[in-house]
């Protein structure tokens, strides 16, 4: 049994399968995307620079006390860092199946438009704001959106006019216009208009995932 096989048993999941030279590709992206370097990701993990070099250039298959710590190093599951949460490479959502739900009392409605399978990476989702609507207390005294540390939002106004309210500072949007912002900080969405607005928004998950 290959050290990646190991890994697979051990998570679990026998029906998954796993590249070995994909590995060193995905921990090489995930550590350049966190602004680490190979030091930093040796301190991290407890895995040695040489031996993470070569994982990254596919010169060698970690083990899986090595494919553990790496990931450990990366604040992911194990299963995280193989895919093994994932569910193919295709999955569909129906019309009538969609997840809804929202706050008739702040005049917000939603629609999940994405699966809701382990191992999903972004979700997309469309909101419609009556007037006056809010996705959150205006207050501020909670209600606010908070998503996983490191997630990312952007927001697609489709009709109406919404403001963004992010980290105390606002941010008017009209049809059309587009939004991207660090999704772990306070937010939320109004409508301050006397006429519906809908937007769709896709929050991709951070790399720092418990």
Do not use: W, Y
Not at 108 to 135: D, I, K, W, Y
Not at 170 to 186: I, M, N, Q, S
């Amino acid at each position: 049994m290959t050290p990646v096989e190991e890994a697979i048993d051990a998570a679990g999941d026998a029906q998954s399968t796993v590249d070995p030279a994909a590995i060193g590709a995905r921990v090489k992206a995930l550590r350049e995307a966190e602004g680490l370097s190979l030091r930093d990701l040796a301190e991290r993990s407890g895995v040695s620079a040489p031996m993470l070099s070569q994982v990254e250039r596919g010169e060698t298959s970690p083990t899986l006390t090595v494919a553990t710590r790496i990931a450990s190093g990366l604040e992911l599951r194990l299963s995280q860092l193989l895919r093994l949460d994932e569910q193919g490479a295709v999955t569909i959502v129906r019309a009538a199946g969609r997840r809804r739900g929202g706050n008739s009392r702040r005049g917000h409605r939603f629609e999940v438009l994405t699966s809701s399978q382990p191992g999903q990476r972004a979700e997309l989702s469309r909101h419609t704001l009556s007037p006056g609507g809010s996705t959150g207390a205006k207050d501020g005294a909670g209600g606010t959106h908070l998503h996983e540390p490191g997630s990312r939002e952007t927001a697609l106004v489709e009709e109406g006019t919404v403001v963004l309210v992010c980290d105390g500072e606002r941010h008017e949007l009209r049809a059309g216009d587009t939004v991207t912002f660090d999704a772990d900080l306070p937010h939320h969405f109004e409508n301050p208009t006397t006429a519906d607005a809908a937007f769709l928004a896709v929050v991709s998950a951070g790399l720092r995932r418990s």
